[in-house]
C-alpha cells in the first residue's frame, strides 16, 4: 500500500462547480497534514494544514478522520485560477517535524 | 527576498560530472528538507538537515549523492559522477519547526546530457 494515496483524476470541471479530493494514508502515527498545490513546472505552494476539527479557508474546506486515515478537500465555486495539481501531504513518522510524504497529486483542470 | 533561495534555477551537466545545488532556507528557519521530483512523479523526500547536523537521510541515494548544512553559508546538495537518471527538478523546503509547516524553493532543474 502506497504512503499516500489520491483520487487518480485529472478532474475537469466548470467555473463555479464545487469540486472534492479525497486522500488515504497508511502511517497511522502520522501527526501533520497538509494539502499543497502545485502549478506546472512550479515550486508546491502550501494551500492550508488540516486539522481534526476540520478547518475552512475562504472557499477551502478540509477534513480530516483519523480512525479512517483519510483527507479530503473541498473546493467550492471554482475559478480557472484553482486549475492546478492538489498534493495530500503528510509527515512521515510521530514526530510532526518529519519528512513530508507527498501523494502523486490530482490534476483539476477548471474550464470555462 | 525572504523566502527559500535555491540556485541554480536550471543545470545542465554532462555525465560523469558533479552537480552542485544549493539551498538558502527563508530567514529565521533551521530545518531543510531536500526532494526530489521525476517527470511525471510525485516529490520524494531525500534527506532532512538542521545546521551541521543530518537527522534523516533515508530517501538518499546509498552512493554519489551527498548533502551538508554548514553553520554559515547555504545548503548543499552534492551529486558525483551523474547519470541521465539523475535528470530531475531538485527541490529545497525550509520550516521552523515544531510542526510547523515547510516552505519551498523555486526548485533546480537538472538536466544531464
Known amino acids: 500500500r502506497k504512503e499516500v494515496e489520491q483520487d487518480p483524476g485529472p478532474f475537469n470541471v466548470p467555473e463555479g462547480a464545487t469540486v472534492a479530493f479525497n486522500c488515504t494514508y497508511s502511517n497511522s502515527a502520522s501527526q501533520s497534514f497538509f494539502w499543497y498545490r502545485q502549478d506546472c513546472r512550479k515550486e508546491p505552494k502550501l494551500l492550508m494544514s488540516v486539522y481534526s476539527s476540520g478547518n475552512e479557508d475562504g472557499r477551502f474546506t478540509a477534513q480530516l478522520n483519523r480512525a479512517s486515515q483519510y483527507i479530503s478537500l473541498l473546493i467550492r465555486d471554482s475559478k480557472l485560477s484553482d486549475s492546478a495539481t492538489y498534493l495530500c501531504?503528510?509527515?512521515?513518522?510521530?514526530?510532526?517535524?518529519?519528512?513530508?510524504?507527498f501523494g502523486k497529486g490530482t490534476k483539476l483542470s477548471v474550464k470555462p | 527576498n525572504a523566502g527559500v533561495m535555491q540556485n541554480p534555477r536550471h543545470l545542465v551537466r554532462r555525465r560523469g560530472q558533479e552537480a552542485r545545488l544549493r539551498c538558502s532556507p527563508m530567514?529565521?528557519?533551521?530545518?531543510v528538507y531536500w526532494y526530489r521530483q521525476l517527470p511525471e512523479e510525485g516529490l520524494k523526500f531525500m534527506v532532512y538537515?538542521?545546521?551541521?547536523?543530518?537527522?534523516?537521510e533515508s530517501g538518499m541515494p546509498k552512493e554519489r549523492f551527498s548533502a551538508e548544512f554548514p553553520k554559515e553559508g547555504p545548503s548543499i546538495l552534492r551529486i558525483q559522477q551523474v547519470v541521465r537518471g539523475d535528470s530531475a527538478a531538485y527541490f529545497c523546503?525550509?520550516?521552523?519547526?515544531?510542526?510547523?509547516?515547510?516552505?519551498f524553493g523555486d526548485g533546480t532543474r537538472l538536466s544531464i546530457l
Open positions: 538537515l538542521q545546521k551541521e547536523n543530518i537527522i534523516d
Open positions: 530567514k529565521g528557519h533551521s530545518h
Open positions: 523546503a525550509s520550516s521552523g519547526g515544531g510542526g510547523q509547516p515547510q516552505h
Open positions: 501531504v503528510v509527515t512521515s513518522y510521530g514526530g510532526s517535524q518529519g519528512n513530508l510524504i
